[in-house]
Structure formats: C-alpha cells, structure tokens
C-alpha cells in the first residue's frame, strides 16, 4: 500500500532530482543566461542520452528535428565523408535544420562516450522565441562557423 508520507518522499525525490537538473543545466554554456523558471522548463523537456563512440548524432541529408548540447565527450562533423570540424562538451549541434526546417547540413559523430542533451523543436524554438541571450549564441557560433568555412575555401583557391 502506497501511504501519503510515501507519495511525499517520492515527490521530494522528483524535485530533488530535477533540482540538480536545473543546476546542471545553468552549467551549460548556451543555457547558462536562462533564469530559473526556464530551466525549471526545460529539465522537464530535454532528454538526457548517452552514445558510444562512434554513434550518429546526426545524418547529413535527413530530416531531424533534435537540437543536441554535448554534454561530456567528443564529435566531429563531417560532410561526403570530410571532417568539417571537432565539438566537444557545451558545443551544440543540430541548429540549421530546426532553424531553417531543411535537412541535415552533415554528419555528426561521437568520437568518444558522450552525454547528451537532446531537445525536440517544439522546446528549442520556445527556447529561441523566449531567450535573447541564447539566441545570441547561436548566432555568434553561426557566424565563426560561416568565418571558419570562408577561411577553408579561401585557403583552396
Ligand atoms: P544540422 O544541419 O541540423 O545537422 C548537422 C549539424 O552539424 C549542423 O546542424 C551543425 O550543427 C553542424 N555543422 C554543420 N557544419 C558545421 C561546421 N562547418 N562546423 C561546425 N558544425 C557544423
């Protein structure tokens, strides 16, 4: 039989629990301007994911709307089978296609055991909606990958 003091233990287990979610969230770069109200949010909507080296995250070409932060371990974005570019913990992937509703602009591949956070797009373009601060961050990634990719073609002509 489930008594009340058990239901409140448990629920004091859920707050505890998505407490140090919250507190593990403001850690996260691109999340670290959020106020608490919106972590508070988004521990409830964000899924936390673990993948083996060598797991897809993302599939150049393919219509997936997860918007991913890593959490702990390595990627590197690839495109026709070029590395493109290395992430590792607080980088984010997954943005062009939740943005401009297009598919995968690259592959995404855990170089290392990962932690991940996943974000469905309904939450991320809340989120992009809500937080001047986040999307400024998106933004200034946009912009040194587009300087990055400026800076590789140059160096080929
Ligand atoms: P998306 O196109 O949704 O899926 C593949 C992801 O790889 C892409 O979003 C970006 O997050 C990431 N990506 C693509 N090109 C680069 C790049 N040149 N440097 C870093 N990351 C990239």
Known sequence: MVTAIDRETRAWAVLEHRAEWVDALRKVPILAGLETGQLNRIAGEVEKRKAGAGAVLAHQGRREREFIVILDGTARVERDGKVLAHLRAGDFC????????????????????????????????????????????????????LRDADATLAALN
Do not use: N
């Open 94 to 145: 997954g943005e062009l296609a939740l943005i401009d509703g297009g598919p995968r602009s690259a592959t995404v591949v855990a170089e290392s055991p990962s932690v991940l956070l996943v974000m469905k797009r309904g939450t991320f373009v809340r989120l992009l909606d809500s937080a001047p601060d986040l999307r400024k961050k998106i933004l200034v990634t946009l912009c040194q990958r």
